[in-house]
């Protein structure tokens, strides 16, 4: 059954990471993290270990790209439904998307960027964090 403070809360949900270094707490951390992700689909993250600099840097690069004019991230296809460039509409106004699937792949992530003409700085901030 799912936590009803998940359930009920009406601000982004927080995951503490140091309850998962705890032996004794973790199997309550990776419930309260899976009900989580059941209920809103993200999370507020907080004592991580990912430096400043690189969120900060990763942010703007996001926004940059986010910045490009519709007719390029247009480029960001994919066959699958629901999958590359996803733009605001009447129902999702502040939605907006760019697909990409395996961020593990450095080809994938190439792909991506060739997709979107991303300048080199911003294909630098994604090759980084792989």
Partial sequence: MVDDQIINSTSLPVIDLREFEDDSCSAKAYKKLRETCEVWGCFRMINHTIPLELMSEM??????????????????????IGRGYVAPSA?????????LY?????KAVRSFCDQLDASPHQSDGARTSL
Wanted: charged fraction near 15%; hydrophobic fraction near 35%.
């Fill in 102 to 106: 395996d961020f593990g792949s450095t």
């Fill in 59 to 80: 942010k703007a690069v996001v926004q940059s790209l986010l910045d490009l004019p519709a007719e390029i991230k247009n480029q960001n296809t994919n066959n699958t």
């Fill in 91 to 99: 129902g999702m106004p502040l939605y907006e998307a760019l697909g």
